[in-house]
């Protein structure tokens, strides 16, 4: 009955969401289609505007890799965790995509960007701003500021990144979160978090003013998600049975490591473009250095996190592996355009080798991460943000006083995760998480059809 | 034993198709390789060339995310549905693509593109013309239009969309039609109807003559799909199993909804490429602008069908929320290019809406379609192009009458397939339907070699 | 005990690789950062440079549908073997791509790009040269030769490529081969035999001066590959139970058709970038018509495939038909660029039905290759190296000495893993087959937690 409140209270303030756009004034704005942009109003400046055209296409498309990034997350947080939650994971990841689009277009984006501001919070209005105009070939919002590309791509490419930080925060609490609760907390997250969290470095905030250095998000994106994760694993609790008497820690196994293995090759693609369209332009040096620098991170990353976990565990891990690769990434972010080619192999190897001793770690400290996001996401960001300063040549004290300040989003998730496990409550009962959260909130199963051959 | 002749009825077809190039006299011209286009051919007009290129390449890396689309038709419906029958859906979409394309450059293109004709069907010969001279930077092919691409990236572009209207029926007829009947089916269906759907269009022919409008295909391929694949229901009839006496509705579940969700997600990427492309260049404002707008209702037709079905199945289905996201591209397929960001919004709420009471209604009509491809791309194609009218400016009466017009492969698709009813058959036996069409069409099963852990 | 001092060398050899780029003298090149490059170093020929910029964006968009290739070979080979060997099957691709970027960068690339050398054998240093001058707006490396593309692109597209051979022969050999020796003999394939095969032909070796084409690497890469995977067949044997007591052959059956046909359309996908990226510029007809060549000839494959094999074995296989995709677009890979569009279609049609029998043919000879990888890609890859001499105007003698060439590939292979078997030794025990080799490498299972609803 409650519950049933509850869930109806979600439904209404989703809807409330829908009808906004109805109602708002601002949303006049977007009433006009663009004109078609013709050659003929740059002909006093077609090579410029060519180079425009070129710029604009890489960024875009550099988007779209990053879209990828999300299918990645859902493969690998469904592979990793168990066959009776798998549903309820994929439907969060299908949740986050659209409402991280949603929310980012309805205020992200001018949080993020708020123009001139106070470095720690401004912000530019409700709704994107509509078809702006075109000057000098690059685009000058309402906020003064220009790039080449416009507005439409700029708003793409930062939209989908956007969703990412809470995309981390998904795998760590999965197989036992309570639905609606998750729903709301990673709306706030995605919604008001990241874009504040960008906006100090991205939209030229204090951490920015000061020299911190995160070329694709290290820090602001993937460390950001890490402290979200910790905070909600600690509030949430391990699952039911990870951890034994007496200190020992029972492995949860992979429900599908195809289903894992083809998320991490996914990520590591999507990394092209979140990496590579960080760029801001097709500047050719650049993009195939970050291109370079990133792949070669990751593979170290993958024979690193193979090295030590064939030493560690005594043998050849697939799930460390591809946890390696994903730990180079991560690592490689902060820094990808700043580092040498040789530098960024060293920075994978060791995100490589630290990602195996962080999951063991936070296994041994009881705090039960079912896909290693907090490892992956949390620490080897970390690592990544300060590695900039030591290769990068970027200032050592202020990449860890960034790494602190990003820190803050622990805080903010611990309270706003704290507030919703006081009153809706964090985590389904005890009989829902045994019998899967798939049939207690979906009323599905992952595979209902599947039928063994009889042998 | 005339199953046997049936079958070979069909290899003899399909060789015929093969060896015709060989015997064709104007195959002749495809003889010689293309001269290489240099630099030094476009001294004099460089700026335009190296637009050119960017045009160009943009088209042709859209045709390849088009293509990605129909990985995205097979594990959507491979996975939608029961796993006895999952190679058989799998097969037919491998099938599909290839005879799509093959079909295309021996008759399709030049039933599409036709040059000046009577507005409702022309001819241009067969197979694609051969490498034509390059002119002003664009290329006038025999028919004399001119495009900011070469005539392959356009033919590439176009090939990829031509088996789409294919693959949707093929979801709707799963688990139940006769293979060699489909194959044939779908041969004529991407080869003759498509071409002329899309001809009417973009072709040049009587609805673009009339200022009907459809962007990238909301009914000239969507629409055009979901009734070819109302047709092929209403012939076929449901599934043994799904309607029940007193009209109760067994649901069938899906066997894999991670494919399922891969689907989505791939479809979703290929949208990019469908309506991105569909710009015909790489203008920046208009493909960004349609990347943007194609997002925005994907994300609000997902969170829309969540909340739908919330509020009217009481709980958060993973199908619908799915099938929210493919409803919201469908919408916008139309007038992705000539709509407000806010009003791509309202579009894909609305279609998020529809495609849901869409899927329960033709269940309570006692059309068994199990991927729900009539509601997400006939429904949803026929509202998203009335919405063309409603916000993108366009007549909505011409819209109106070109939904009307393209309801004419209903009738097409009913001919065609009650002929084979008639004649070959369209339904396997009721044994092979329960056995499982892999075994009984392919002698092989999806997971031959699946083993449970003994617990 | 002996088991874990081999595994304990190959970790030490490993880690070894990890350090090596700490102590070598020529790391120190790639101390500095690039500098960034801005219009106005090129301000004195901007067209040219926005023509740079759009050849090296789809080389590096290229190298990255490569890169899925590369999920595309895991998907595919971990779905056509059995279920207890996927983790070893995902295992040896994570490593495969992993050690194949590093390998290529610390002596691949300049064993394939010697610059001036004896045409069989040259080495250029180890380690990618680091950030070169940037003249004429192509690059000219130490080794003097110019690409309208920076070193960085060129880097990335040919370390995607590199790893294509190895990976090749690990679906051959999937299934019964050690781990460790696999991983050493994977490491000096794509190490060493891969470039120098390379080297050969787009090195501007012996073969590539006496006038041998090879498109983008029928030969140079899929031969190649298919050549090493004969000779490991060879030595290792057929897995139990394959072939039984009087000829008869006991099928042994994919585990997952979903996660193969994933795989094949990756592929297909990638091979858009694989051949289109060979173009080494965004040259718009080359670009768009090697684009259409390819995509004709693996459609074609398709249904070619699928004919020859419903004649020959009664029904439609759909292995057969992802083969068939497959052997189009390998038996196209020499001559893309050379051939008419028909005559892609040809070549297509001819792999689809060469596949078929090869395959068949393998299977008589008792060569058990799980996947078809040596019918695909070492037959179809001579297929289309002729193929290129019939169709495309080369000299067809030259075409079958290059082919003779690649096969000293076999050799080569055949005393590397001879070796191997005579010392570390390269099969599995027989319990340790037959429980699979999940289990006995790795301690993990593909499906670790899969439970089967109860019906």
Redesign the interface.
């Known amino acids: 009955m409650i519950t049933?409140l509850k869930?109806s209270g979600?439904?209404l303030i989703?809807?409330g969401?829908?009808l906004f756009?109805?109602i708002n004034p601002l949303?006049a704005q977007?009433?006009?289609?663009?004109s078609?942009?013709t050659?003929s109003e740059f002909q006093e400046h077609?090579?410029l505007?060519?180079?425009?055209?070129?710029?604009?296409?890489?960024v875009?498309?550099a988007?779209?890799?990053v879209?990828?990034m999300?299918?990645g997350f859902?493969?690998l947080e469904?592979?990793l965790t168990?066959?009776?939650n798998?549903?309820n994971v994929?439907?969060k990841?299908?949740?986050i995509?659209?409402?991280?689009?949603?929310t980012y277009?309805i205020c992200g984006f001018n949080l993020m960007y708020p123009g001139d501001f106070n470095g720690i919070l401004g912000f530019a209005g409700f709704?994107?701003p509509?078809?702006g105009a075109?000057e000098d070939f690059g685009y000058i919002t309402p906020l003064g500021y220009a790039l080449d590309?416009?507005?439409?791509?700029d708003?793409?490419f930062q939209?989908m990144f956007a969703a990412t930080g809470a995309t981390i925060v998904s795998g760590a609490v999965a197989e036992r979160v309570k639905?609606p609760s998750f729903m709301l907390f990673v709306t706030l997250f995605v919604a008001i978090a990241y874009p504040i969290s960008g906006a100090w470095k991205w939209g030229g905030g204090w951490l920015d003013a000061n020299g911190f250095y995160d070329f694709a998000g290290s820090s602001v994106v993937h460390a950001f998600g890490g402290y979200g994760a910790l905070a909600c694993v600690i509030l949430l609790g391990p699952r039911k049975g990870k951890f034994l008497e007496g200190g020992r820690i029972r492995p949860?196994?992979?429900?599908?490591?195809?289903?894992a293995?083809?998320g991490?090759?996914?990520l590591?693609?999507g990394w092209?473009g979140f990496n590579?369209g960080s760029v801001l332009s097709?500047?050719?040096?650049?993009?195939?250095?970050v291109?370079?620098t990133t792949?070669?991170a990751?593979?170290?990353g993958?024979?690193?996190a193979?090295?030590t976990a064939?030493?560690v565990l005594?043998?050849?891990?697939?799930?460390m592996?591809?946890n390696g690769?994903l730990a180079g990434l991560v690592g490689i972010t902060a820094s990808a355009?700043?580092?040498?080619?040789?530098?960024a192999?060293?920075i994978g190897?060791i995100a490589g080798i630290i990602v195996v001793f962080s999951i063991l770690m936070f296994d041994k400290f009881g705090l039960d991460d079912p896909v290693g996001a907090i490892s992956v996401h949390g620490i080897c960001g970390n690592w990544g943000t300060i590695a900039a300063g030591i290769f990068?040549?970027f200032s050592v004290g202020w990449q860890i006083i960034g790494t602190l300040a990003i820190s803050i989003w622990f805080t903010f998730a611990f309270i706003i995760f704290g507030i919703l496990k006081a009153t809706l409550g964090i985590r389904v009962s005890e009989e829902e998480e045994f019998e899967g959260l798939d049939i207690g909130?979906?009323?599905?199963?992952?595979?209902?059809?599947?039928?063994?051959?009889t042998?």
Chains 1, 2, 3 share one sequence.
């Open positions: 049933q869930k979600l439904v989703l809807t969401l829908f756009p109805l949303y977007d009433d006009e289609a663009p078609y942009t050659m077609p090579i505007y060519t180079k425009f055209m070129v710029d604009n296409l890489w875009l498309v988007g779209m890799l879209f990828i999300h299918l859902s493969a469904s592979g168990q066959q009776k798998c549903v994929l439907f990841n299908v949740f995509i659209s409402i991280g689009i949603l277009y709704f994107i509509s078809y075109l590309m416009t507005a439409w791509t708003f793409f939209a639905l949860i196994p992979a429900h599908s490591f195809p289903l293995t083809i991490v090759f996914l590591f693609l092209f590579g097709a500047d050719p040096v650049l993009i195939s250095y291109v370079t792949t070669m990751a593979a170290a993958g024979i690193a193979i090295t064939w030493t005594k043998k050849p891990d697939l799930s592996a591809l690769i355009d700043s580092v040498g080619v040789g530098e192999v060293i190897l990068g040549g909130e979906h009323g599905q199963e992952a595979y209902g059809d599947f039928q063994m051959r042998r």
